[in-house]
């Protein structure tokens, strides 16, 4: 029972180059999420989806698109990436209700 | 203002020492509480979650809730170097995404 998975572990992308992280989860939760965590921020939501079908923007979505194909899965691409954009992805997820989240390892994301 | 506020520490203390880990938020109508701890090069993970006020304890790991003063607390008592981490409080009002603090450092040396 994996619980949820990220790939890629690390990257490294040049200005203005295109990515998705991808995120499958084994809990059977409707609910999944993406979030990125800077130093001195916190955790900021990116997008969310509540369920198969369904996606909403969170605080920060500016720059990314999400997927949801289908219930496990959940993709967060960056169609050109900054920058600002280098950071650490945490992918979740959670019951419909949404008041407890379970997060992956983490996604190291670094734009030069 | 934020929605909800964390003193981001450090805080260091002596293997041994009760640890109080705080929050506060703004919106009344937050009603779910959790506290989610954080490794270095790891993801969170839950730790503890409390519905509306009141206490919870679980191990040497107790949170409190005083909605009346929006305002959340975490006791950790007889504190370990494993307890060493980042504490994230988060709070929801309910079939809304979660919303975090800041998240405090905590060293406990033995």
């Known amino acids: 029972n994996a619980g949820v998975t990220q790939t890629p572990k690390f990257q490294v992308l040049k200005t203005g180059q295109s990515m998705t992280l991808q995120c499958a989860q084994d809990?059977?939760?409707?609910?999944m999420y993406w979030y990125r965590q800077d130093p001195g921020m916190g955790l900021r939501l990116i997008y969310y989806s509540a369920s198969e079908g369904t996606t909403d923007k969170g605080e920060v979505p500016n720059g990314y698109n999400v997927s949801r194909l289908n219930k496990r899965e959940f993709s967060l691409r960056l169609e050109s990436a900054a920058p600002s954009q280098t950071s650490v992805y945490f992918c979740?997820?959670?019951?419909?209700?949404?008041?407890?989240?379970?997060f992956g390892e983490g996604s190291w994301l670094t734009v030069v | 203002q934020k929605e909800v506020e964390q003193d981001p520490g450090p805080l260091s203390v002596p293997e041994g020492a009760i640890v109080s880990l705080n929050c506060t938020y703004s919106n009344s109508a937050f009603q779910y509480f959790m506290w989610y701890r954080q490794y270095s090069r790891k993801g969170p993970e839950l730790l503890m979650y409390?519905?509306?006020?009141g206490n919870k304890e679980d191990g040497r790991f107790t949170a409190q809730v005083d909605k009346s003063s929006k305002y959340i607390s975490l006791f950790i008592r007889d504190s370990q170097p494993s307890d060493s981490a980042t504490y994230l409080c988060?709070?929801?009002?309910?079939?809304?995404?979660?919303?975090f603090g800041k998240g405090t450092r905590l060293s406990v040396i033995a």
């Open positions: 409390t519905y509306s006020s």
């Open positions: 979740a997820t959670g019951t419909v209700s949404g008041n407890t989240i379970y």
């Open positions: 988060a709070m929801s009002e309910g079939n809304t995404p979660l919303v």
């Open positions: 809990m059977n939760h409707n609910s």
